[in-house]
């Protein structure tokens, strides 16, 4: 930058060179600066009002005329004499003036109608009008005798950009043809060089520099702009174009690629620098701290290119660093003679000692990961023709065909179990399509929640039906005080099987998870969804798995007062003995325990034959361990050898087995053909002792029963050795189904084959946590449970997180149980939230930038209010959520939240814990009260809950015009429908909740009278004047 001055207090509409600077206009001044920054004059006037345009009347410069607003002018043109820095006079003109250009001949005058008046300069008389645009005139360039514009029709009720360009011949001043651009025209030069040259630019970025003697001389370029194009300007050598977007990124473009530091003007002049001065450096030059900005180290001065300065022949381009070793490769490695000597997977890695073809980093990007349109791209899809819109179809249905792939043409990971990421476009997660992953009724889970490596666990237990009725029967409990991970869960099975399909998150349950300190100490609650380490994953999700269960246990003897957890023990809690002895003294201990889950961890004996070994000779080593060991004995405190064993006589009916082998025994299961069983029989020998078979079992074994297979989670690892996990379940529609099997990766889920399933000799996929139950017990899934014996108590009082009502601010009355709460009863809920972490973008080299996570928000208010009866509009439901996390931004202008709100040490707000919060919407969801609010998906995303679409009221959507494709916001629809400020300072949701109510019992007036459809189109005519903004919000410009 050569200098940055600020001329005028108000925005500059218009700049144009000087022989002395640079002439700038803003509404009220004229500004007249040296290009060194210095001003040389600036005229303010009373009479300088609502200016627009600015142009000189002859090439000497020495007389400028300003125009503008008619209403503020007094339908005047001001003349301003440049030598003496003041109005000169002035001359009556009765219509606005919004642009105004000279070919040093005419005066050029476009007006606010579209018309252009082409006016003399020396006796101010109109010469010509010509017909420009119905609408409005959006740019004007003129050259010589030619004269083009470009501008508005009204369609539909909106400003549309024409799809011409007008050109008129000013030496006749006569109208020549029009000149076509389908593109929609908003700006238009003439080339500054090329006198037959013109460039027309549409404002989404599409340019044609068009040859007006031959058109067939056209090229076409495309700027890569996600907005809109606000500003745009070419250089006088006619060598740079620039252009700013919507998102105020500046792109400079050049004609001379191999010349990008050629003259922007014709007539360049050396520039005027400061003299420039001597600097002392101190003794201590250096960095203060890592936050201290570079420019705290003094440097002297330097007249030679510096050595960081490197010619372009000495810029080279080098190789990509190597991949990282496999630790699988370092875990399998022997030295042999000094040697490290490991095992090379050929089918994992591919022939050795090939060169690889070269491939671009945007290419893998692209041809790696299928990535399906945003929803977004989708709606647009209205307004291309039919053609178009079948062959969007038909690439959507390509990708989703291979979103589903279950085959690799090169031996890779099938597409259906790569990992899968989530894109975010400028609309955030919202606006990415989850629907194109699932074709099923059941629901995936999103990943872009902290510890999304708990997914497939949660998804395996979702369909095992005793336990899937365990947790949702824990909901009937009133429990809203201590963390209960049952009752979480609880809650998120509910809320997938009510979303028939949808995705959902777990996010609340993840966030009660993350404060257990269990968990913490156990390294459970860092995000390692991926993993380099897939044996270090595959332990970590055992860990998970038993901690989970033995948490759903204590959980339940809490909240049932019990000393044991008789539900969950009777569903897959294993008894196992443990015994030590010794044969050379009196050594004994004997131990009992229940466990709900059996370590796989024991290979079977060797007498079996290799090829019939199957999971169940792995289970029969595991569940009956014997193993001797020398100690130093602490019974005679002398070493010799002593026996331990381990021994389950009876299987649970639930057996949830975690598969804890090596990488080197995972790999040798994949030789064994049915390996995994899809059945088999369980008995007890004479002695005692588990007999499993895959057939029945016969002789003198007793308690015969038959299991199945019901779900398992696998690893997937890539060749470049992450590794993520998948689950499979067996879902039954009734008790008499034979079962489908379903593959859940994630928000993805698909049918699969049994075989497909049962398939575990690819070299990618290693079976982790796997579940058989009894066949004919506990197939029941019962959604329903919990409603038989429902405690509803938190709905009629209060429970803050410490204290009672006093030293409160309470904005809400208590429902009463007089209050009847039925299905259909209408209540109004607005949610207010907070950010924990900012977004985080990818700048790419362009200057263009890519959302990578969005920002991390957290729930903070919740607000609900009486949508009938006596109590109508008034709030019952009023809950702050407390929370221990940093908070980065209150978001206080949106939510109204401010610091010290969320901390229990020193709020005065009605604060209370998210379980409390939670239970609360979570109960009026299940009486059946129909929600009303105002864009309420982001509501319910924040509060982590699913409303059937039968149950919401959402005023956003109802006064929405798909065809416009622009939301209306809640202050813009109450000042036009209700003819009511809201919002006026900082947003409470109270009120917020009560416009949207307000609104509701509008639209349903408007609609029982038939005029619902032309007041909403009006709304949005009105919008399109205001900028969708309400009056207070508008700068008006007054003369």
């Not at 400061?274 to 890592?290: G, K, R």
């Not at 090939?354 to 989708?378: C, D, M, Q, W």
């Not at 949702?472 to 991970?485: G, K, Q, R, W, Y």
């Not at 002895?581 to 060797?606: E, G, Q, W």
Request: a neutral charge; charged letters at 20%; proline letters at 5%.
């Amino acid at each position: 930058m050569y200098t940055s001055v600020k001329a005028h207090n108000e925005p500059i509409l218009k700049i144009i060179n000087h022989k002395k600077g640079v002439l700038s206009l803003s509404f009220g001044s004229i500004r007249l600066g040296t290009s060194e920054g210095v001003t040389l004059f600036n005229i303010h006037s009373e009479e300088l009002k609502g200016l627009n345009t600015m142009s000189y009347t002859s090439n000497t410069q020495t007389e400028l005329l300003v125009a503008g607003d008619k209403d503020a002018t007094g339908s005047r043109i001001f003349k301003v004499d440049t030598v003496n820095h003041c109005i000169s006079g002035s001359f009556h003109y009765p219509h606005t003036v919004v642009m105004m250009e000279t070919n040093l001949k005419y005066i050029i005058l476009g007006r606010s109608d579209g018309f252009i008046d082409i006016m003399d300069p020396k006796t101010h008389n109109i010469l010509k009008t010509f017909k420009g645009h119905s609408s409005g005139i959006s740019d004007i360039s003129v050259k010589d005798n030619n004269l083009l514009t470009s501008g508005f029709s009204v369609k539909k009720e909106q400003f549309i950009p024409d799809t011409f360009v007008n050109s008129f011949d000013l030496k006749s001043l006569t109208t020549l043809p029009p000149i076509p651009f389908p593109a929609g025209a908003a700006k238009v030069f003439h080339h500054p060089t090329m006198p037959n040259v013109i460039l027309i630019s549409s404002s989404a970025g599409h340019m044609n520099f068009l040859d007006v003697k031959n058109p067939t001389r056209l090229n076409i370029y495309q700027a890569e702009i996600s907005t809109y194009i606000t500003a745009f300007d070419m250089a006088t050598s006619g060598s740079f174009l620039a252009f700013v977007d919507g998102s105020h990124k500046l792109s400079l473009w050049s004609s001379k690629s191999n010349e990008p530091n050629s003259g922007f003007a014709l007539f360049n002049s050396p520039l005027t620098y400061p003299t420039p001065v001597s600097e002392v450096i101190p003794a201590e030059n250096h960095i203060v701290s890592p936050e201290s900005p570079l420019s705290l180290v003094k440097v002297p001065p330097f007249h030679t290119p510096l050595l960081s300065a490197f010619p372009s022949d000495l810029v080279f381009k080098v190789g990509a660093l190597p991949r990282q070793i496999d630790p699988e490769i370092q875990r399998s490695s022997e030295v042999v003679n000094g040697v490290v000597v490991a095992r090379y997977n050929r089918e994992k890695f591919g022939p050795r000692n090939l060169a690889n073809k070269y491939t671009s980093i945007s290419s893998l990007t692209k041809n790696g990961t299928v990535i399906p349109r945003f929803l977004s791209e989708k709606d647009d899809d209205s307004e291309i023709d039919d053609y178009e819109n079948a062959q969007n179809k038909i690439k959507e249905e390509a990708i989703a065909n291979e979103i589903f792939s279950l085959k690799s043409t090169n031996n890779d990971v099938p597409n259906a179990y790569k990992q899968l990421s989530i894109l975010y476009s400028k609309f955030g997660v919202d606006d990415f399509d989850f629907d194109i992953y699932n074709k099923t009724k059941y629901s995936g889970l999103e990943i872009n929640s902290g510890n999304s490596f708990l997914n497939p666990i949660l998804q395996l237990y979702r369909f095992i039906a005793p336990i899937f009725n365990h947790a949702l029967l824990s909901l009937s409990e009133d429990v809203t005080m201590e963390p209960n991970l049952l009752v979480e869960l609880g809650y998120l099975y509910d809320m997938m099987n009510k979303s028939n399909g949808k995705h959902c998150a777990a996010s609340n349950f993840q966030i009660i998870f993350s404060q257990l300190e269990k968990a913490k100490q156990l390294g459970l609650t860092k995000d390692t969804s991926m993993s380099r380490d897939d044996f270090k994953q595959r332990r970590l999700i055992q860990t998970f798995n038993r901690f989970l269960l033995d948490r759903l246990a204590l959980d339940e003897c809490k909240l049932y007062g019990t000393e044991q957890p008789n539900r969950l023990n009777d569903i897959c809690g294993v008894l196992t003995e443990t015994n030590i002895f010794s044969n050379f003294c009196s050594l004994t201990h004997k131990r009992v325990a229940m466990y709900h889950s059996i370590d796989i961890n024991t290979l079977p004996s060797l007498l079996t034959i290799p090829t019939t070994v199957t999971i169940l000779n792995y289970m029969e080593a595991s569940i009956n361990k014997h193993a001797q060991q020398s100690i130093t004995c602490e019974n005679c405190a002398q070493i010799h050898p002593v026996n331990a064993s381990l021994t389950i006589n009876k299987l649970s009916h639930v057996v949830v087995l975690n598969i804890d082998l090596t990488n080197h025994q995972m790999n040798e299961i994949r030789y064994l053909t049915g390996w995994l069983v899809p059945n088999f029989y369980y008995a007890l020998s004479p002695l005692g002792t588990p007999v499993l078979r895959t057939n029945t079992i016969g002789g003198t074994a007793t308690d015969m029963k038959r299991y199945e297979l019901i779900g398992y989670t696998a690893q997937i690892t890539n060749r470049d050795n992450e590794s993520h996990l998948v689950t499979y379940s067996k879902i039954r529609k009734n008790a008499n189904d034979s079962g489908t099997w379903y593959l859940f990766n994630d928000f993805l889920s698909m049918e699969v084959t049994e075989e497909e399933v049962l398939q575990v000799a690819h070299w990618w996929k290693k079976p982790v946590v796997v579940v058989y139950k009894e066949v004919g017990i506990y197939d029941e899934f019962n959604p329903n449970i919990y409603m038989e014996n429902l405690n509803k108590d938190i709905l009629y009082r209060d429970q803050f997180v410490s204290g009672d009502r006093e030293n409160k601010l309470i904005d809400y009355t208590l429902l009463s149980k007089d209050e009847e709460i039925k299905p259909g009863t209408l209540v109004a809920l607005d949610a207010e939230f907070v950010e924990l972490s900012p977004a985080e973008y990818e700048f790419n080299s362009d200057g263009s930038k890519t959302l990578v996570r969005p920002a991390k928000l957290s729930l903070a208010r919740i607000s609900v209010v009486r949508g009938e009866g006596k109590r109508e509009g008034e709030c019952f439901i009023d809950d702050y959520i407390a929370t221990d996390e940093p908070v980065h931004d209150y978001k206080t202008a949106y939510s109204g939240i401010t610091h010290g709100d969320l901390d229990p040490k020193v709020s005065n707000k009605s604060l209370v814990h998210l379980q409390v919060a939670y239970r609360r919407i979570w109960l009026l969801l299940n009486m059946g009260c129909v929600f009303i609010g105002h864009w309420l998906s982001s509501d319910f995303r924040m509060i982590n809950i699913y409303i059937p679409p039968t149950q919401v009221r959402d005023t956003g959507k109802l006064f929405y015009l798909k065809k416009e494709r622009r939301k209306l916001g809640l202050k813009f629809l109450a000042h036009h429908v209700l003819k009511k400020d809201v919002q006026m300072s900082n947003h409470n949701s109270i009120e917020d909740a009560v416009s949207s109510l307000l609104l509701y019992k509008e639209y349903l007036k408007l609609k029982e009278s038939g005029q619902f459809d032309s007041v909403l189109s009006k709304i949005y005519l009105e919008g399109q004047f205001s900028n969708f903004k309400i009056p207070t919000e508008i700068t008006l410009r007054k003369g």
